[in-house]
């Protein structure tokens, strides 16, 4: 059996002394075995104590009796000693901890007791309240380095190693992970500032719009008019009565289509409303609100007295629409999140924040709910059974399509250009400054069915960007669809979902 001393305090402090035979003097002495060198802070007699193995014990026994050994914090003059004892050379000599070593394992040290040693090495250095680490990682490299077995030195080295690897493997996968974020985040930003509109292009698209709705209530009046010439001009020639009657059905029909248009605005024109939508992206799970936001509009229309509202599912979540765009921010951790929902009435300033209830799984619809319930609007009625579209009927689409440049363009040339101003680029400034003005009204626009199929309505009334969410009535002024969809390589082709599916989402839902 041998044994070993740690020095934990001293001028040998750090060191581990194997001895080879179970006797050894302690003390300053040269002839000592374990010879401590003068020091003041921790004074050793020459003849300090003696360690010895009797009767298949370690023991000691002091030497010194004015400066007597503690071992274990109390002193003594002779002990029996145990593995890990604690003995301290006078009151103010040197601390050393006491090993007992197998002579198969005489210089290797177990782990626990490495941790053991530079723990307490640390502690006897330390100045503040904490041990230093600094202190503790350079012993406990020592430590292993000097006494811990081959095997023992291999795996730690095996386990440093991965630890390195995997601690950078993690910063580089951060740092791949950050570089994304912000090329991602640097695209949003272009992005951004490429739909940000500088005021001369809404001004020009505000003229374009005007011009375009200009162009619509001239075509029909010039309509009116030669159907209304050229049947004057049949009855002086005396044309065959069929041919009259045709022509005067005719007339008939595109006053029918002016008066029904008028009557519909009148009539639900307040219960559709503006949308004003901002989303953008946040890594997954955080609290914090995007730092870019992309913002539009769209159109929705009052149901129900409680404040329910029906528009698009697009409307509602516009990152649907461009799934390839939202993988590649999905990959970069990234997730889309609607910040801001608005919903502007004719006539009225304050706006109305919009909570989503639930979509249509049979088409692009989206039910919401107003905050607070709007007062002294009428919800647009929703016939039960749904009526259904005929291929040939005349329809009118009322909305706001072409978004704010559509609404912009009919407001007095003087006012829209100064509102433009005021906004100072901001979409959603311009949007409140128009409702302060009252300038949020919508816009009828008429045509017939082309077909109808399932879970579709194609017509011809014109329409654009903006006007997603519309409601579209038949010639009998009730609701038959929402419009959802154009298709512009085919002259502005509408689509709409059949308003079944609004009565859906309508109907109570089952309790889950």
Known sequence: MTFALVHLSGSRRGETEYLDHAHAILGSDPRADVRFPPDDRFPVAPLQAEVFQSDCEIRLRNYEPEARTLVNQVPVDEVV????????LGPKGPRLRFRIRPAEYARCKKIREMMQDARDMAMDGRTGRLPTIRTFIGQLAYEFRRNA??????????????????????AYYNYLTQRAHQEHLAALLKELEATRLSEAELIRRMNQERQRLAETLAAHEAETNRVLALLEEQRQKGAPQQEIQAMAQRLKTLEAERTTAEVLIKRYGPSVCFLYLAYGFTPKGSPEPPSVLLEYTGTGFLVGAEGLMVTNRHITEPWSMDPRGTADMVKAGLEPRLVTLRAYFPGRPEPYEVALVRFSDRGDVALGRLSPV???????????????GIPGEAVVVLGYPAGIEGVLARIEDKMATALLKGADRSL???????????GIRPLATQGHISDVVP?????DAQTTSGGSGSPVFN???????????IMTRFGAIGFGVPIDAVIELLAPQPER
């Not at 879970?455 to 017509?459: A, L």
């Not at 010639?475 to 969809?485: C, D, F, T």
């Open 81 to 88: 000693l145990q593995d890990g004892d604690l003995i301290q």
């Open 428 to 438: 959603q400034k311009l949007v409140q400054d128009v409702a302060n003005q009252t």
């Open 455 to 459: 879970n579709r309505i194609i017509y």
């Open 149 to 170: 077995s081959l095997l023992t030195q291999a795996a730690v080295l095996g386990l440093l190693i991965l630890l390195i690897g995997l601690v950078g493997g993690l």
């Open 374 to 388: 709007p007062a002294g609007i009428t919800p647009i009625p929703l016939r039960r059974p749904p009526p259904q």
């Open 475 to 485: 010639s009998h002024g009730e609701v038959i669809a929402v419009h959802s969809a």
